[in-house]
């Protein structure tokens, strides 16, 4: 009995552990994609043209982009969940801040800071997956973390819209913050 017990842990742990690394890349397609659901709330909300709009927007994918390499680097040598974890707190704060601020600045930096975070979502759980599968699986691993991430650009859309006429962008976007506060814990401790 013992043995059989071990047996399905060493089995499904791998599976367990990559899918707690990738509620992170879940949670950013969540942060990436919800601007298609609170545009027209945060032009009227901070008074600016579709020109600032699409700063406030592609700010995420620069920073994104920019820090691509750095967080290859910190994810090669620095352990993969601590930096997951640091990477996945400083959305979670920024997405608090951007719920929460009036200024179009902040709101700018806010997004910037979560962009950044968001270069480790996809790098992450891939290094995790490297520790716990052989090279042979790594397309299938690969495409599982992928698929799961896309359910979060899905969330963020008709289900965020709906929250959004509901309760407003600003809570609806404080809670996607308390969501991935929620996922993070799930993280920690998986």
Aim: hydrophobic residues 55%; positive net charge.
């Amino acid at each position: 009995q013992e043995n059989s017990k071990k047996i399905v842990v060493s089995k499904f742990l791998p599976f367990l552990v990559c899918f707690a690394a990738s509620l992170f890349f879940f949670y950013e397609f969540i942060q990436g994609n919800m601007f298609s659901s609170i545009a027209d709330n945060l032009m009227q909300d901070f008074n600016i043209g579709a020109d600032k709009m699409t700063y406030l927007s592609s700010i995420y994918y620069l920073s994104n982009v920019i820090f691509l390499f750095i967080a290859g680097y910190m994810l090669d040598h620095y352990s993969p969940k601590k930096t997951l974890l640091w990477a996945m707190l400083s959305c979670i704060i920024s997405t608090f801040l951007f719920a929460h601020t009036s200024s179009y600045t902040v709101a700018l930096i806010c997004r910037f800071i979560a962009g950044i975070g968001s270069a480790f979502c996809f790098l992450g759980p891939i290094r995790v997956a490297s520790y716990w599968f052989p090279v042979n699986r790594m397309a299938m691993i690969t495409g599982m973390i992928v698929t799961f991430a896309m359910t979060g650009g899905i969330l963020s859309q008709y289900p965020l819209t709906h929250l959004v006429q509901l309760m407003g962008w600003r809570s609806a976007v404080d809670m996607v913050g308390w969501f991935g506060l929620f996922l993070c814990f799930c993280m920690l401790f998986v």
